[in-house]
């Protein structure tokens, strides 16, 4: 059931069509920029209020670590793990720079893991949730956002067509981007079969609109249901 971005797979199918076609790059980098405004805080574009604004503006606290039911995660979880994923695709694989995270902002978010959580047991995402510290991971993932259109800004259409670094794939290990965990260390080899093209489709874009979808379905569950799977 669609929850958040009416319209937006509509966008993601264009951009998809013309994102590797050399004519098309400047199409294709506006096209990019104007999904992935939808997907953020508009602060970080100066935009208009978007459902990114109406989804969080009214949390509480509490809200963001409460797990529906048990195949679901938590609100705090997802904006960890979609932050922490943009940073490292977008500004290791595809912007050939460093991530953004770092320990100071380990300690300003309040994080026991550097790596995006995919290996996270329950538990461990209720702990994760319960102890981040909210504020700042918005901060992170806006500057995260804010990086990743610059970067978009500066791509030719040569770079959308080449392949990510081993390099890169390495350097995320390396530095706790990813664990060893197997429900971790595939995503290295999911990321290292496409080209920059192809991490622009998916960790900024495609994997945040299902990831919010989430979110909006979970908000709606938090306020109508009495009961719940794990909660804070």
Known sequence: MKYFGEGLSDVHKALSKIIRKEE???????????LHRELHLSEISEGEENEVDRLLGDLKANEYAIMPSEKDETIAWVL???????????????????QLFDDGWKQRMN???TDTGNALSDDEIMDLSRRINISELLHYRNEVGIRTR??????????????VPLSGLDKILLEGGVTKQEDS????DFWGKKDKAGILLMPPTRHVMLHLNDCCKWKELIRTKKRFYKSS
């Not at 260390?185 to 290295?188: D, F, N, P």
């Open 24 to 34: 098309e790059t400047g199409q294709a980098k506006a096209l990019f920029l104007n």
């Open 111 to 113: 994080s026991s893991i």
């Open 185 to 188: 260390v595939w995503l290295l």
């Open 80 to 98: 960890w793990h979609i932050a922490r994923i943009e940073d490292l695709t977008m500004g290791i694989l595809v912007g050939g720079r460093n």
């Open 150 to 163: 610059n970067i978009v800004k500066s791509l030719t259409s040569t770079d959308m067509r080449t392949k």
